[in-house]
């Protein structure tokens, strides 16, 4: 374990659907970073967020979006869904705003689109 | 766009060999960052290398930051069955803004008895 929690772990959904996915950060770590992993791409950064505040964005499609509550988890949500979005999502978090600490990354949320 | 670029793609060795992966870019990054990816699994963080020229060292294991912070290798010894798995470099591009790292597509190593 981690430490740092994805729920869930897999998702079927339809397109044109919308999802929710739900990313607990390892304690004490302020920053949630969230990552696509595809296979023909790779791990892409999505977005990053620090103490509840928008930090850094990637190649986030406007279709999707995030937050980070109080309680330092974030959400990862998106809509409008195509067969293209089928691919494992992953939260990543670490502890300090910048410097050479390595991410904890979770376990992922598959999601299949069909 | 993929900053950092991974070879080989895939690798296939038996037990006992050794093995090296690389790592280039034409970008200069703060740090570079190994990790090893089971299927089914996150990212599992090896080693974090930040200074030009640097060594690290982890049993079997042994990562190198090119003197120019711009490519990195990892070099195995003895590979065991254990090792098998995708092993990804992400280099961090810093800065208080944010510290988003951007991958390779990773080297599938598979180590076979």
């Known amino acids: 374990d981690s430490g740092v929690t994805q729920t869930p772990k897999h998702l079927i959904t339809a397109t044109g659907q919308r999802v929710t996915l739900r990313c607990s950060p390892r304690?004490?770590?302020?920053?949630v970073y969230w990552y696509q992993q595809s296979l023909d791409q790779g791990l892409q950064f999505l977005i990053q967020y620090y103490n509840g505040e928008e930090r850094a964005k990637g190649n986030i499609l406007e279709r999707f979006s995030a937050q980070q509550f109080p309680d330092l988890h974030s959400e990862l949500n998106l809509s409008s869904l195509e067969l293209g979005d089928s691919a494992l999502y992953f939260c990543a978090s670490n502890r300090r705003q910048g410097g050479d600490y390595g991410y904890t990354f979770g376990s992922g949320t598959r999601l299949t689109v069909v | 766009t993929q900053l950092l670029e991974q070879s080989p793609q895939f690798l296939s060795i038996q037990e006992g060999e050794n093995l090296t992966v690389y790592c280039n870019s034409s970008s200069v990054f703060s740090s570079l960052q190994w990790y090893r990816q089971e299927p089914g699994e996150g990212p599992v963080l090896l080693v974090t290398?930040?200074?030009?020229?640097e060594v690290k060292k982890l049993k079997r294991l042994t990562f190198q930051f090119g003197d120019a912070r711009k490519d990195s290798s990892l070099h195995i010894t003895a590979a065991q069955p254990g090792d098998t798995g995708l092993y990804l470099c992400?280099?961090?591009?810093?800065?208080?803004?944010?510290?988003?790292?951007?991958f390779g597509k990773g080297t599938s190593l598979l180590v076979t008895p």
């Open positions: 304690s004490g770590d302020l920053s």
């Open positions: 290398v930040v200074t030009g020229g």
């Open positions: 992400a280099g961090g591009l810093g800065g208080f803004a944010g510290y988003a790292l951007n």
